[in-house]
C-alpha cells in the first residue's frame, strides 16, 4: 500500500540492498522472533562459564587453597533457568 510513496533503503546480513517495505517488514518480524532465543543461547553459554568458575571456587576451598577467590558471586545472575532468558526484554548486572 505504501510501496508509491515511501522509500525503503536498508542493507541485510550479507550487505544486500532491500527496497522494499514489505521486505524490510518481514526481516523485521523475523528478528524479533528470534531475539529472545538468542539472547537465550548467549546466557546459556555464560551460565557454563559461571558454574565452571563456581566448581572450580569450591574445589579450591575444599582443598584448603586460600588465595582462590569466589568468583562465582559475580555470576549468581545467570543461574537462573531457559525460560527466565528468554523473557527478559534487556539485561542489566545491576538489576535482576
Do not use: C, H
Not at 550487505?15 to 537465550?40: C, D, V, Y
Amino acid at each position: 500500500m505504501l510501496n508509491g510513496v515511501s522509500s525503503v533503503r536498508y542493507r541485510d546480513e550479507l550487505g544486500n540492498q532491500i527496497t522494499s517495505g514489505l521486505e524490510a517488514s518481514k526481516r523485521t518480524g523475523e528478528a524479533e522472533f528470534a531475539r529472545p532465543w538468542e539472547r537465550m543461547y548467549v546466557m546459556q553459554i555464560t551460565r557454563f562459564i559461571a558454574r565452571t568458575m563456581a566448581e572450580l571456587s569450591y574445589a579450591a576451598t575444599k582443598a584448603g587453597v586460600e588465595s582462590v577467590p569466589a568468583l562465582d558471586q559475580f555470576y549468581v545472575l545467570f543461574n537462573n533457568e531457559d525460560r527466565y532468558f528468554r523473557d527478559r526484554a534487556t539485561w542489566s548486572i545491576y538489576r535482576p
